[in-house]
């Protein structure tokens, strides 16, 4: 879909005098030449586009799928308050906030061991812990958003089929329908995700490694109600975590070794939900099957840099965790606010927003905390699917001190609700609780 421009400009294939083919390409560089190139738009690059909505900057958004596809992807997130204060700021959450459920109460718990570590918002002198919400209704709620922001162009489908950084601009070459275009930024923005082949040709190295695990996830619609508790119950084959969606559907998100997770996705519905039930518990009655269930690989990655002369990765893009915990697009939306800012008052000073020097201190602000997630999710994922005895021994004595000192449960909740280390302008403090 082309929101603008590409309606009037003019294509390669039509036949052109000389002097026409001279103005219309003076016209063509004219409307095609932005400010920002943002390609990928999932949750994080269009996060970071409206993030933009204040500054005057002309922004292109690159969107390889269809509107469609992009949108049924049948996943659903932890959305964590700093997300939530994120988007309440960019003003798109209240748009959001009819179709996500709260998070009232989370638990999280040691295979059958009977220790369970309780965390509440009062916890946190707030009214509640996060939110659960369906990719789609995320990703619409942004694009709609977009729709009614005159300086952003949201190109889809398109791809990118080239790149050419030069010394003062950024030069792509699109392909839509068939048919080449080519636009200019001064920064070009990765938000392509974990495979990236924007971090890819720009030779951005990344460190990481794939779990011995793999993710079976599934919506699941139990008997009783789920009262709004998040679960994550860490067992020696990896993590299980159950999320509480609208009209009392959940969101399982169910880690395993890869063989026994492609096993579990090969059952037919009838065994499936026999050998879930095991999992789940009985908290919530019998439990019902809503649509496919999905594997998902399960990676660890981080770029060596977030920044190169005229691109800066985020997102998955420049990092990907294990799922426990739900930090993953969390982070990116943190990314994507941050970058705004940075942005934004380079554009206020006058400078070159594809300098190195303007974008390290992006790379500076987000690199630790993110590094510093990605290693929390790594330590609990090995510390609790393990069955050594001093490990055991260890953990338990870590869920006994989460739940009886109060410093240690603020600190690990303030971590993953995303109110640890610095926070973006943008975010609205108080709100999106
Ligand atoms: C099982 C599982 C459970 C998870 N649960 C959670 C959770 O509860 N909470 C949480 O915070 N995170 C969770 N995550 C992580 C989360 O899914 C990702 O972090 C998030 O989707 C990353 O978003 P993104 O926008 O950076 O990338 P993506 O969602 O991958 O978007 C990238 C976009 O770029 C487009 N693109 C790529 N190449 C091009 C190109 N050349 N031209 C144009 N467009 C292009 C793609 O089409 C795509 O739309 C989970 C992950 C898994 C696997």
């Not at 638990?107 to 939110?131: E, M």
């Not at 009262?227 to 067992?235: S, V």
């Not at 294990?322 to 942005?343: C, E, F, K, S, T």
């Not at 400078?351 to 201190?361: A, H, I, K, M, N």
């Amino acid at each position: 879909m082309t929101f603008d421009l590409y309606s009037t400009a003019p294509t390669s294939k039509q036949n052109y005098s000389r002097q026409a083919l001279q103005q219309s390409a003076t016209e063509q560089s004219k409307k095609l030449d932005y400010d920002v190139a943002i390609v990928g738009g999932g949750i994080v690059g269009l996060t970071f586009a409206c993030a933009l909505k204040e500054s005057g900057l002309r922004i292109a958004v690159i969107e390889a799928k269809t509107d469609s596809s992009a949108v049924s992807r049948g996943q659903a997130y932890h959305i964590n308050l700093m997300s939530s204060r994120i988007f309440e700021g960019i003003g798109v959450w209240e748009q959001m906030q009819s179709q996500v459920n709260p998070i009232q109460q989370i638990r999280l718990s040691d295979a059958d061991y009977p220790g369970i570590v309780q965390f509440l918002p009062q916890d946190l002198n707030a009214t509640v812990l996060g939110h659960v919400a369906d990719h789609a209704v995320v990703l619409e709620a942004l694009r709609d958003f977009l729709r009614h922001c005159a300086t952003v162009t949201y190109l889809c489908p398109v791809e990118v089929v080239q790149i050419d950084y030069q010394a003062d601009r950024v030069e792509l070459e699109l392909v839509e329908k068939s048919e080449s275009k080519h636009i200019s930024a001064q920064l070009l923005v990765a938000a392509d995700g974990a495979r990236s082949p924007i971090r890819q040709q720009a030779g951005i190295r990344a460190d990481g490694w794939q779990y011995w695990q793999s993710c079976v996830v599934a919506f699941i619609q139990p008997e009783k109600p789920h009262q709004n508790i998040a679960y994550e119950r860490f067992w020696e084959s990896g993590p299980f975590a159950i999320l509480p969606l609208p009209n009392n559907l959940c969101r399982i998100v169910w880690t395993v070794p890869k063989a026994e997770a492609a096993a579990i996705l090969a059952l037919d519905d009838h065994e499936f939900l026999v050998q879930l039930q095991q999992r789940y518990g009985d908290q919530m009655g019998a439990l019902t099957l809503v649509g496919q269930r999905h594997l998902f690989p399960v990676y660890l990655m981080h770029s060596r840099v977030y920044t190169m002369h005229r691109v800066a990765l985020i997102g998955d893009a420049a990092h990907c965790c294990h799922p426990v915990g739900g930090q993953g697009v969390n982070l990116g939306i943190r990314d994507a606010a941050a970058l705004a800012q940075v942005l934004q008052a380079a554009a206020h000073k006058g400078e070159d927003l594809g300098l190195l020097s303007v974008l390290r201190q992006y790379d500076r602000w987000r690199f630790l905390e993110n590094l510093i997630i990605l290693g929390f999710t790594d330590v609990l994922d090995r510390l609790f699917s393990n069955s050594l005895f001093p490990l055991v021994t260890l953990r338990r004595a870590g869920l006994w001190a989460l739940q009886s000192v109060p410093l240690m449960k603020v600190l690990a909740l303030k971590l993953m609700t995303g109110l640890l280390g610095r926070s973006p302008e943008i975010a609205k403090p108080n709100q999106g609780k």
